[in-house]
């Protein structure tokens, strides 16, 4: 009688078992959904450029540097003249509250003399007192980025009277 009494609980154990893994195999089906979100471009203008203004390289040349509050001080023989200087400006518009990466150059730019062929060459990029990489944050949709940098002048020799430019590029992205 015993080994009948086993017997029936091990069926029925079975039955129990086999009729879970039954229910495991049916589907299961479920609607989920899917987001995304659309903002605004970034947009990027140059307010101001870059401009070192006025000055004379004298015997021995040196450098200059425009901070991004617009501070210009002079190292070596170099003599700052009057005249307008100021540092580069550019207005930034986009998605209310973003962050942007503000990505400055990584390698100097050269400014050149069109008339002598002669040049210069802008370092150390900086804006808001922080160099090659920043961020920032569009307050309503805008900011105002200032870039500072420092301008590396010869002797007068070596950068004759004249004009001096060159290009370079700032990337700004979204976070």
């Known amino acids: 009688m015993k080994a009948g009494i086993i017997y029936k609980v091990l069926v029925t154990a079975s039955l129990f078992v086999l009729g879970f893994s039954t229910q495991g195999r049916s589907q299961a089906s479920v609607t989920a959904t899917a987001t995304a979100e659309v903002i605004e471009a970034l947009r990027a203008a140059e307010v101001a450029a870059l401009n ?104 007068i020799a070596d950068n004759p009277v004249g004009q001096y430019s060159g290009s370079y590029v700032i990337t700004f992205s979204y976070n």
Do not use: C, H
Request: proline content about 4%.
């Open 52 to 155: 070192f203004g006025r000055f004379s390289p004298e015997t021995a040349g040196g450098e200059i540097r425009i901070t991004p509050d617009g501070v210009r001080m002079s190292q070596g023989t170099v003599t700052l003249s009057g005249g307008q200087y100021n540092p580069a400006s550019f207005q930034l518009a986009g998605q209310s509250d973003a962050t942007v990466t503000i990505n400055l150059p990584q390698t100097s730019t050269i400014l050149t003399n069109l008339s002598t062929g002669k040049t210069m060459e802008v370092v150390r990029w900086e804006a808001n007192n922080v160099t090659s990489i920043s961020t920032g944050v569009l307050t309503k949709g805008a900011l105002v980025l200032s870039i500072g940098a420092t301008l590396r002048v010869g002797t």
